[in-house]
């Protein structure tokens, strides 16, 4: 990336992108790497930490981070630098134009993104440890999942079974959606009560050694009625069929078309409004995106959702997301709950 796009230096800031790099933990420094040298930046703060973590040739103190940061790029002989553009405030771009005239500063955006793509062994046993809590913690708390309880008090529940099962924390706020807020894609965890006849969509993660999980599954408690069951086989066979489309070289947006194209031969195209899926790795959403905009093709080692879903307004709405790892000949699953209809006790 050096050499095409004619750097002296490139800066990290991204603090997922300096622990891939790196494996520096903490929140906050900086990961200057020239064609033969890796510097890491930080403050008083996490200087001890990095000693113990940071893999760089030199490890550095600053007490201001654009002091020390130039600092290091003028001793570095570096004039044109570029830059995480899609995560560097403007702000900061024009406080480092203004303090370092001398620097022609890159922005890097689609460049930048595939680094983090193909996952090696050590990162897929992550991202499998974290999908086995999802398991472990869900099946615990199952029978909480009952008439009478609020979405808020199953979230809750979910986020403690899975840190005593080791989880660091919480992927995201978890989505609670029963009932009409089914209809919701994001209707995050609230205190409406849980009633038999409906289906409730439980999307959910946790971070396990920096890497994510991200799980959806929608049951129904008791009977429901037959339109929503009708809903929930047809997300459930485009959940299948794109599954099985899944191998190294197909573009990811046909991917996205599988699922799609089969949801709207159901007629329920106009009720799936996102795209299928996401990267998931250091961050819960990460590159790549497998939606019909993605440009991006399978390769082995690539981990993302297959989540499709049909939401109507006034009646509720069905999600099923599983994380998948792209292998040479397909893909295996890395999530573990059962997807198929499960009704809970009314």
Request: some cysteine; proline content about 5%.
């Amino acid at each position: 990336m050096l050499d095409s796009c004619g750097l002296d230096a490139l800066v990290i800031l991204d603090p997922a992108n300096i622990r891939y790099l790196s494996e520096f933990t903490g929140t906050d420094g900086a990961l200057v790497i020239t064609a033969d040298r890796c510097w890491f930046l930080t403050d008083s703060r996490y200087t001890t930490q990095a000693r113990r973590q940071v893999v760089a040739d030199q490890i550095r103190e600053y007490r201001i981070k654009i002091d020390g940061l130039l600092e290091g790029l003028r001793e570095l002989g570096a004039g044109k630098v570029g830059f995480e553009s899609e995560f560097v405030p403007f702000a900061t771009v024009q406080k480092l134009q203004t303090a370092a005239p001398d620097i022609t500063w890159h922005p890097l955006g689609a460049e930048l993104k595939p680094i983090r793509g193909v996952k090696d062994e050590g990162e897929l046993a992550a991202l499998s440890e974290a999908a086995r809590l999802n398991e472990l913690a869900f099946t615990e708390i199952l029978p909480e999942i009952r008439p009478g309880v609020t979405e808020r008090e199953v979230a809750l529940a979910l986020e403690f079974a899975l840190k005593r099962h080791g989880g660091e924390e919480k992927a995201f706020d978890f989505i609670v959606a029963s009932g009409l807020r089914g209809a919701m894609p994001h209707g995050v965890a609230s205190d409406k009560v849980l009633a038999s006849g409906e289906l409730v969509t439980i999307d959910f993660g946790v971070r396990c050694q920096g890497y994510h999980s991200d799980e959806t599954v929608t049951v129904a408690i008791g009977e429901v009625p037959s339109r929503l069951r009708e809903i929930f086989d047809v997300v459930l066979e485009a959940h299948d069929r794109a599954i099985a489309a899944i191998r190294p070289g197909v573009p990811l947006a046909a991917i996205d078309a599988v699922a799609r194209d089969f949801i709207g031969s159901r007629r329920y195209a106009d009720y799936f409004g996102h795209g299928l899926g996401h990267g998931v790795g250091l961050e819960v959403h990460e590159y790549p995106t497998v939606s019909s905009r993605g440009e991006a093709f399978a390769e082995a080692g690539m981990v993302f959702t297959v989540e499709p879903g049909v939401y109507i307004p006034e009646l509720g709405g069905v999600r099923i997301e599983d994380m998948v790892a792209v292998t040479a000949d397909g893909c295996r699953l890395l999530t573990r709950l059962p997807k198929g209809f499960r009704s809970l006790p009314a």
